[in-house]
């Protein structure tokens, strides 16, 4: 279902234009004026329109703030003049008031699909196991990695994932691998952190009988196993240096030797290395080889942590949700209004991982057909601001349900509340301000609004 962002200072013709929206199973929310705009992230939208005339800035200035979200403008003042110079500032169209409803819905549907054809759909990928998946989410952030992963597979180059543990590297991958000329071939995965040290290079290089106390028969290594396939090295940055140098080799010449062997033996191998280690800042402390960093960073994806995944959370919820009810047999399970919120609202630090893991709690706990937050077993403490005090933590956490539950009492904390957002909105993103205050972007934009806090303008760049 897409959601459209109407941004018109005029209340009737808002509320008039949102329902013949949501008549039309669009989801819609609604801005009086540019910075109220803002203070909702067009970005998260799939399309803004927007009135050209507004209290303070004009609606064009929502272009360049909601781009690449496209972006209709109204306007009452239908002359070619306005509407030319508004296509020319970037608008996908325009349309002019009064505008005829089947007109309009006829733009609307014709953005939307442009814009979706000009997306990257989730790769399908085939897991270790055989079964058929599909990379799950569709903000930004993983547009652009499917977009990447598109481009990259077929190139046949080294790839390095960055991102944190639990995001879903291997399934990166996977999706990299069966997207390429090499498909047909091997996948070889190797977690490097979770080889001993000792025996390390013998599992990726192999060894001949009698190299070393206990090899009694030689032995092929998993570089040489994946010969005309891809390698895939998870946790990279915990490979030793010795084995690091042995690599290196692989990279650059395309050979190995076996430990205990004078052979050199030539492989075709496809390396795809991922961490979620800053290997460049390893090199400078001696951990890293800074040359081997420089052999793999090729092509580079980064994959975004869960909590700055907020449109895609519930998604991938509903979807794991349904994978563990089927392997536990517990058909009809749902998410309660109150996990919803929490699931929605909880940092994740261990990411998707973390997340599966909360819902196969609840789905064994579940003692009804709803799964609540305390079946999920999450910690209800999020990180906050050092600055904060810690008898407010509490309070700064709760989402604001009402006027009536805010007491005198509350005052200090959102005196405290105001002076952190305004005296850091300059410095850091919404998505930050969040964090460091402990609640949810969502619970941000309430509060904002409450205490009537404008969010910083973004500065437009200049289009010489």
């Not at 897409?2 to 039309?24: F, G, N, Q």
């Not at 005309?228 to 690091?244: H, M, N, V």
């Not at 052999?295 to 949700?321: F, H, K, S």
């Not at 929605?344 to 909360?358: H, I, Q």
Request: overall charge negative.
């Amino acid at each position: 279902m897409s959601r459209i962002l109407i941004v018109e200072d005029e209340a009737i013709i808002r509320t008039a234009l949102r329902r013949l929206l949501e008549r039309h199973d669009y989801r819609v929310s609604e801005a009086g004026s540019v910075d109220e705009a803002l203070a909702l992230e067009p970005r998260h939208f799939d399309l803004v329109i927007s009135d050209l005339r507004l209290p303070g800035e004009p609606g064009t200035a929502l272009i360049a703030s909601a781009a690449p979200v496209p972006v209709l403008i109204m306007t009452s003042y239908a002359s070619m003049r306005s509407a030319v110079e508004a296509l020319k500032e970037g608008a996908i169209d325009y349309v002019a008031k009064p505008f005829d409803h089947d007109e309009l819905l006829e733009t609307v549907s014709r953005v939307l699909h442009q814009q979706s054809s000009h997306r990257s759909p989730p790769p399908d990928i085939t897991d270790a196991g055989g079964s058929r998946q599909q990379m799950i989410g569709e903000c930004q952030a993983m547009q652009a990695v499917y977009t990447r992963i598109r481009k990259t597979a077929p190139a046949d180059v080294t790839v390095l994932i960055q991102g944190e543990s639990g995001t879903g590297k291997e399934l990166v991958a996977r999706a990299i691998h069966q997207q390429s000329k090499r498909a047909a071939a091997a996948l070889i995965c190797v977690n490097c952190a979770a080889i001993p040290e000792t025996l390390i290079e013998s599992e990726l290089f192999g060894h001949e009988k009698g190299a070393f106390t206990g090899a009694s028969a030689a032995r092929t290594g998993l570089v040489e196993a994946a010969d005309g396939g891809t390698l895939f090295l998870d946790e990279i940055g915990e490979l030793p240096l010795d084995a690091q140098a042995r690599l290196l080799r692989v990279l650059q010449e395309g050979e190995i030797r076996r430990i205990g062997s004078v052979e050199t033996r030539h492989v075709d191998v496809r390396l795809i290395a991922a961490t979620h280690r800053d290997l460049r800042a390893l090199s400078k402390t001696g951990e890293f080889r800074l040359d081997l960093y420089y052999r793999l960073n090729v092509m580079q994806i980064d994959l975004p942590p869960l909590r700055d995944r907020d449109e895609d959370v519930l998604t991938i919820a509903d979807v794991l949700l349904e994978k563990a009810c089927r392997r536990h047999q517990r058909g009809g399970l749902r998410l309660s209004r109150a996990a919803l919120r929490e699931i929605s609202d909880y940092p994740w630090p261990g990411n998707v991982r973390e997340l599966e893991n909360a819902l196969e709690r609840g789905v064994i706990l579940a003692e009804g057909h709803l799964i609540h937050p305390d079946d999920l077993g999450l910690n209800p403490v999020r990180p906050v601001s050092s600055r904060l005090p810690p008898e407010a933590m509490q309070r700064a956490i709760e989402p604001v349900e009402s006027e009536q539950d805010e007491s005198v009492d509350d005052l200090s904390l959102e005196d405290y509340f105001q002076h952190f957002v305004l005296e850091h909105q300059d410095q850091m993103s919404e998505t930050e301000l969040a964090q460091k205050l402990g609640i949810s972007r969502k619970c941000l934009w309430e509060r904002r609004q409450r205490l009537g806090i404008p969010r910083k303008k973004q500065a437009r760049r200049n289009s010489a």
